[in-house]
């Protein structure tokens, strides 16, 4: 076992605060991967779909349009925090619940909009409810119901299944837009995200007290995890190294077919290629995942990060080469998904899991706010260069401090 899964401090067979893995994981493991699914696809991926249906109705911008949409991504930033301090403190159920119901009602309310404040209004209200309900809050709840050796696997299944959000929600929702209008499709979108509320209220629980004093020892031990925690100059590598690759990503994910189409690519050769980054994630997490059973997972997401800024740097190189534009798309491709899973494995290894969604909202905060304005950077760094290579540099550069930075956080932190 990994020396890091253990700490003296605590009772044989207890790990991050919490008992061995109950009976009736799998129905919760399901019912997360169906709500998380359903939540991705309404709350979030459906948005792209909309974006030129509601911009000509309000009579704005597209740019005015998305802007709302960012505000929603630094909704969820601002309270990454305190909802990682609610889960630890209350759980997941109630949390969970409330998220679902509210991103229902701010469906419906978005149908109803006919201006643009209104627009901002409601995105903002649904980072909110995706910050209590997406995969933040379901990995703070299956990292505290399985035990270390399960809890990769677990992630992966929750992941694998939701990755298909986008390949569900994207050509559903187009069809909704074309029979319908994007009014009826956003309430027909809230009709079926309010299944998610029942799904957490039912399936979602309190892991077991490891006593009848845990409570009591709650109070102080969780403090002093935190603080340790705060205190860990690998904590902060990590911060670093994850908030550098969200930044990579996105940007890397705004401009590909673009990037693509200039370099001399038919736009339905580019639209392809950049199709592949989904199932690639899946790929991804499947091989790191496997790979875990022998190798530290900071280990392997270092060399996964590393490989991404071969890749990035590799695609101008192709120019309109396809060939080599598919290996390095692929390579970059691979990666996509591995941050996913690697965040809270390696958080859960490192740290007390008691106060596993308060550390995991600190480093989410400079993450999301990364995945908010890596785009708008990227955009800005072409307009200056007129270049999509200079673009490239600085995501491959971004990869490289990320894979730095979580290679050197492959020694356990010591916990309180």
Known sequence: MNPSTSSTSMPAGVTGGHHPSPPGNRPLLAA???????????????????????????????????GAFTASVL????????????????????????????????????????????????????????????????????????????????????????????????????????????????????AIHA????????????????????????GDSGVRATRAALADRGFWLLAAGFTAHTAAISAYTVLLIAALIAWGHPPAFAATIAGLLGVLSVAGRLITTGLQRRYRTTTI????FAIQAVAALL????????????????????????????????????YDTRRYATLAGILVA???????????????????????????????GCCTVAAIAIAACSRPAERP
């Open 32 to 66: 997360l991967a169906i709500s998380q699914t359903i939540g991705y696809g309404a709350l979030y991926y459906a948005f792209a779909v909309l974006l030129v249906p509601i911009a000509t109705e309000l009579h704005t911008s597209t740019t005015a349009v998305t």
């Open 75 to 190: 909704a969820s930033a601002v309270l990454a925090v305190p909802v990682g301090r609610l889960l630890d403190r209350r759980g997941g159920r109630a949390l969970m619940t409330f998220g679902s119901l509210l991103g229902t009602v701010l469906l419906v309310a978005w149908s109803q909009v006919d201006q643009l404040w209104q627009l901002y209004a409601v995105q903002i209200g649904i980072g909110a409810a995706g910050a209590a309900s997406l995969y933040e809050a379901a990995f703070a709840v299956i990292i505290a119901w399985h035990q270390p050796q399960q809890r990769s696997s677990a992630l992966l299944a929750l992941t694998v299944v939701a990755g298909f959000a986008s390949t569900i929600f994207l050509p559903l929702t187009g069809w909704l837009v074309d029979q319908h209008g994007w009014r009826s499709t956003l309430l027909i979108l809230a």
């Open 195 to 218: 299944l998610t509320a029942p799904l957490h209220a039912i399936a979602v629980r309190s892991p077991p007290q490891q006593g009848p004093h845990a409570a009591v020892r709650e």
């Open 301 to 304: 997401t270092a060399v996964v």
């Open 315 to 350: 695609l101008p190189a192709a120019g309109a080469d396809a060939t080599t534009t598919i290996v390095a798309v692929v390579g970059f491709g691979l990666g996509f998904g591995v941050a996913t899973i690697a965040k809270p494995v390696i958080l859960a290894e490192r």
């Open 366 to 396: 400079p993450m999301t706010l990364a995945k908010a304005g890596a785009p708008l950077a990227a955009a800005a760094l072409h307009a200056t260069t007129n270049s999509y290579t200079p673009v490239l540099a600085a995501i491959a």
